[in-house]
């Protein structure tokens, strides 16, 4: 990821930007709206329990120590998958997230969930990093 990011420096134009958007590698939740609050389904796990995320983090601090790039602002932002039911998440998470672990505790409690409010609405709830790099 290091030689990626000195690549990329090289590529761009003088006074050139890379934007750097990414997970912060903290748990991804589940989450059930219920009425005016919401409650926790539980967390989806990684195959490769989220190396990614740490590896990425590890690049960025690596290439700013060397002074291949600066970061001129970061933030973070909360990103939602929404889906009709938890059914349908699943379905979704199953064909486009490889790595994607869904364990048969949050499957279990999804299902409680669903026999006790009826099939409902489900957020699946991730914090993202974004950062301006010079």
């Given at each position: 990821?290091?030689?990626?990011?000195?690549?990329?420096?090289?590529?761009?134009?003088?006074?050139?930007?890379?934007?750097?958007?990414?997970?912060?590698?903290?748990?991804?939740?589940?989450?059930?709206?219920?009425?005016?609050?919401?409650?926790?389904?539980?967390?989806?796990?990684?195959?490769?329990?989220?190396?990614?995320?740490?590896?990425?983090?590890?690049?960025?601090?690596?290439?700013?120590?060397?002074?291949?790039?600066?970061?001129?602002?970061?933030?973070?932002?909360?990103?939602?998958?929404?889906?009709?039911?938890?059914?349908?998440?699943?379905?979704?998470?199953?064909?486009?997230?490889?790595?994607?672990?869904?364990?048969?505790?949050?499957?279990?409690?999804?299902?409680?969930?669903?026999?006790?409010?009826?099939?409902?609405?489900?957020?699946?709830?991730?914090r993202v990093l974004i950062s301006?790099?010079?």
């Amino acid at each position: 990821m290091v030689h990626a990011l000195r690549e990329i420096r090289k590529l761009l134009k003088t006074g050139g930007v890379l934007i750097d958007i990414r997970p912060n590698g903290e748990l991804v939740e589940f989450i059930r709206p219920l009425g005016s609050g919401e409650m926790l389904i539980g967390h989806l796990q990684e195959t490769d329990d989220y190396i990614e995320y740490r590896q990425a983090e590890a690049a960025l601090q690596e290439v700013v120590a060397c002074g291949t790039f600066q970061i001129k602002k970061a933030g973070e932002f909360i990103f939602q998958v929404h889906a009709d039911s938890f059914a349908n998440l699943k379905t979704f998470l199953d064909e486009t997230w490889s790595d994607s672990l869904i364990t048969e505790g949050v499957i279990s409690q999804a299902k409680r969930l669903d026999d006790r409010y009826g099939v409902g609405k489900v957020l699946l709830r991730e914090r993202v990093l974004i950062s301006l790099l010079e």
